[in-house]
């Protein structure tokens, strides 16, 4: 069923990418020929996958991974050499978003890193919408398909690799090989790796309007998008050798790189912060805030923006107005959350310890949480008080004529 799957994929939007990419012609039609390489080599993984056990140590799973690797390199590397093509913000849109095929290093939630690596493909895609919506709907049409066979591409781990690749044998997926990281995105005044080998502050959250005092704040004159002194071009994207992958670090491991506060298009990136009370004020509805490896810091959100991930933080808290979409905890321990207006749907993905304190606007808000451990509810009382309310944590499986019947077990004490 997986490579069934698989093959449904390049027979679809993939299919319709490489059409339109070929009508475009020039160096997108020859870019699209290594992507649709890259794509066969993980259909024979896919299918080598299902017919044989995981690897059995690092090594041989490094020799797996490696003509896929080494084709992602390819794709990235043409981007490059290219640079004063016409069509640079295509070639840069696949480039950022092609090490998605790297979720089949990924475990145990590898569908949320795709939709990751295509909203940073969307961030060129975004362009060549604006640079040719007046001039030739073939390339709205190509952008179309592209994100659609990402999207496509999530919706099939998320069916048939949930928590990892699946090995046909064993049925388990590898554990502590990240997939190859993503091509450094060019924000104008600093380099990044967005998936880089990468939280007593609980008191403040509930301070009220206190909160915001002694905050830091983007200033214009910070802003690289209205201070172009400050841009510098983007820096040439090297691949590291296979062997050189580093597993992901845990969020209580030591800080050691310098901060990051900083816009890149619709990311706000916020990185490696410890003890600093930070703020975001000039926000839009289309806005990703991604906080990845904070200890002891509060970040404050004002506006509306579109989703919010905590990344891997410690004892760390975010105040925010409204969300469109969700707000996610991935890999965090002790952090909170406070939101002011309204939030559609909360993700927990092995964190320990998540105290999300909720406002009426948000009492339909959906939980989706998975390997996590002390999940407390907020909600509002009439009087301003709080109900506090846990997310079951064990649950009680029965086998019936249907199958099995699986229910929450209430929490005793």
């Known amino acids: 069923m997986s490579v069934a799957g698989y093959e449904d994929l390049l027979n679809g939007p993939v299919k319709k990418y490489l059409e339109l990419s070929q009508k475009i012609g020039g160096d997108v039609a020859a870019h699209s020929k290594l992507v649709e390489k890259a794509l066969q080599i993980q259909l024979q993984f896919v299918q080598k996958a299902a017919n044989r056990s995981a690897p059995a140590n690092q090594s041989e799973q490094v020799s797996l991974l490696a003509p896929m690797s080494a084709q992602i390199q390819q794709i990235q590397e043409f981007r490059e050499r290219n640079r004063g093509s016409p069509f640079f913000n295509h070639l840069s849109a696949i480039s950022e978003s092609i090490p998605a095929l790297g979720w089949v290093a990924v475990s145990p939630t590898p569908a949320p890193y795709i939709k990751e690596m295509n909203d940073a493909g969307q961030f060129y895609t975004n362009r060549v919408l604006k640079d040719w919506k007046e001039k030739d709907k073939i390339h709205i049409d190509w952008c179309k398909a592209w994100v659609q066979t990402l999207t496509d591409l999530q919706q099939y781990v998320r069916q048939h690799h949930t928590t990892g690749l699946v090995w046909g044998k064993t049925g388990i997926a590898p554990v502590g090989i990240p997939p190859p990281p993503p091509p450094s995105m060019p924000i104008e005044d600093v380099s990044l790796v967005i998936n880089d080998d990468r939280s007593a502050l609980f008191a403040q959250i509930n301070q ?153 606007e948000s009492l339909n808000v959906e939980f989706i949480t998975s390997k996590s451990s002390e999940m407390n509810v907020m909600v509002p009382k009439a009087n301003g008080d709080y109900s506090e309310y846990p997310i079951p944590e064990q649950f009680k499986t029965t086998i019936n004529q249907n199958g099995l019947n699986t229910t929450a077990i209430d929490s005793l004490g």
Not at 221 to 244: I, W
Not at 257 to 271: A, I, M, N, Q, Y
């Open 208 to 360: 009220g309007e206190d909160i915001t005092k002694k905050l830091k704040k983007v200033t214009s004159e910070m802003q690289t998008h209205k201070n172009p002194a400050l841009r510098a071009g983007p820096a040439p994207f090297k691949a590291p050798a296979v062997t050189s992958i580093k597993s992901v670090l845990p969020a209580n491991a030591p800080i050691d790189k310098p901060s990051v506060f900083t816009r890149d298009g619709k990311k706000w990136l916020v990185e490696y912060h410890k003890g600093e009370n930070l703020v975001i004020d000039n926000v839009e509805m289309n806005n990703v805030i991604y906080m990845f490896r904070c200890q002891d810091s509060t970040l404050t959100i004002k506006g509306k923006v579109n989703s919010i991930v905590m990344d891997s933080c410690r004892k760390s808290s975010v105040v925010f107005d409204s969300l469109v979409s969700s707000i996610e905890f991935v890999n965090c321990q002790s952090v909170q959350m406070q939101v002011l207006g309204k939030v559609p749907t909360i993700s927990i993905d092995k964190t320990d310890g998540c105290q999300m304190y909720l406002n009426a």
